[in-house]
């Protein structure tokens, strides 16, 4: 089972923060990249054993994005 999740830097908390519609009430924050995918690790095949909808192996394509400004 392939899954996509967001991780979509909040600059104002200064946390990534990841959520995915192929898990369904995945919201996990964490200060770096490496750390929030640690917790994927963890909560993702708990949430989905939890959804009832759990298919293992999965593969988790996590997709980032960070704005940053910069003045010219």
């Known amino acids: 089972m392939e899954l996509t999740i967001r991780a979509i830097w909040d600059d104002e908390a ?10 369904p009430g995945l919201v996990l924050e964490s200060g770096s990249m490496d750390a929030l995918i640690e917790r994927l690790r963890y ?4 949430m989905l054993a939890l959804n009832g909808t759990e298919k ?5 394509s996590i997709v980032s994005q960070r704005l940053e400004k910069v003045a010219i």
């Not at 200064?14 to 898990?23: I, K, Q």
């Not at 909560?43 to 708990?46: D, Q, R, S, T």
């Not at 293992?56 to 988790?60: A, T, V």
């Open 56 to 60: 293992s192996p999965l593969q988790m």
């Open 14 to 23: 200064r946390v990534w923060v990841a959520e995915s519609d192929d898990v």
């Open 43 to 46: 909560a993702v095949p708990e």
